[in-house]
């Protein structure tokens, strides 16, 4: 696609989550794309190297009213911000705690997560909320394509940050778009539920729109995407079977 209008291809890695990164992950990333055909602009932005970006729009969340702390228990919140974003929660919804309550959770040095307020954006957004959309140029899990109604509130209160563990894939994404002036997102289908919630972030701070081109996924025989957790078959061992890049790219539908 970058090809086919002159744009520029980057690739961008998103380790912020330092308990899920490993450098033979990203070793692999290179890897398999390379064998793949592709090739990238370097160097390749990794988000571990840029924190002071999303710490800097968290602030201006904060600032707006927009996040508030949530006191759940470490166990869950560690376990919400660790999950991968295509695995969504039930949406939640909360509000801040009464400030003589806060305060003494504070003090007692109670752990927490700042969530993002839909409350509170919606207020700020106003009429503009019922007019939050994206554009769609490839195709969602159901065939979603074109001019997409954004539905943040399947995604309910998200956390966007959590003290020791840095911010969520959500307010890092969007921030990173925005500042590397991507016009197009190319991903696969399972993210495209985030779409709804990354839309609502990118108009509280007054970001840039870009397009979204969702692809569908390669999956098993068991019509499961491939995923490390279920110790599915990697590129590599693709490979190494015999499987060449042009069979694979047939069967995902890229040309």
């Known amino acids: 696609m970058a090809q086919q209008v002159g744009g520029r291809f ?4 998103e380790d912020i989550d330092a308990e899920r990164c490993r450098p033979q992950f990203e070793q692999a990333i290179y890897e ?3 064998w793949l055909g592709l090739a990238w602009e370097t160097p ?4 571990s190297e840029h924190l002071a970006d999303y710490q800097a729009a ?3 969340l904060r600032a707006d009213g927009l996040v508030y702390r949530c006191f759940k228990t470490r166990r869950e919140i560690l376990d919400e911000i660790a999950r991968a974003p295509h695995e969504p929660l039930p949406p939640y919804r ?3 705690l009464p400030p003589d309550e806060e305060a003494l959770r504070l003090d ?3 752990p927490f997560a700042w969530r993002l307020s839909l409350a509170a954006a919606e207020a700020r957004l106003g009429s503009a909320w019922d007019l939050l959309a994206f554009t769609e140029e490839g195709e969602g899990p159901a065939g979603e394509q074109g001019l997409i109604a954004a539905r943040p509130q399947t995604a309910g209160d998200v956390i966007l940050a959590r003290k020791g563990l840095g911010v969520a894939y959500h307010l890092a994404v969007v921030v990173d778009d925005a500042l590397q002036g991507v016009s197009h997102v190319v991903r696969g289908q399972d993210l495209f539920e985030a779409t709804h919630i990354q839309r609502l972030l990118q108009a509280v701070l007054g970001l840039p729109t870009p397009a979204y081109r969702h692809h569908r996924l390669l999956l098993g025989a068991d019509g499961k995407r491939f995923a490390k957790r279920d110790k599915a078959e990697t590129l590599r061992e693709m490979r190494n079977r015999g499987v060449s ?3 694979l790219k047939a069967e995902l539908g890229f040309s």
């Not at 980057?10 to 890695?13: E, F, G, H, S, V």
């Open 10 to 13: 980057i690739l961008r890695i």
């Open 44 to 47: 390749v932005r990794r988000q």
């Open 108 to 110: 007692q040095g109670a």
């Open 58 to 60: 968290l602030e201006r």
């Open 32 to 34: 398999d794309l390379a």
């Open 94 to 96: 909360g509000e801040r």
């Open 245 to 247: 890049a042009a069979a």
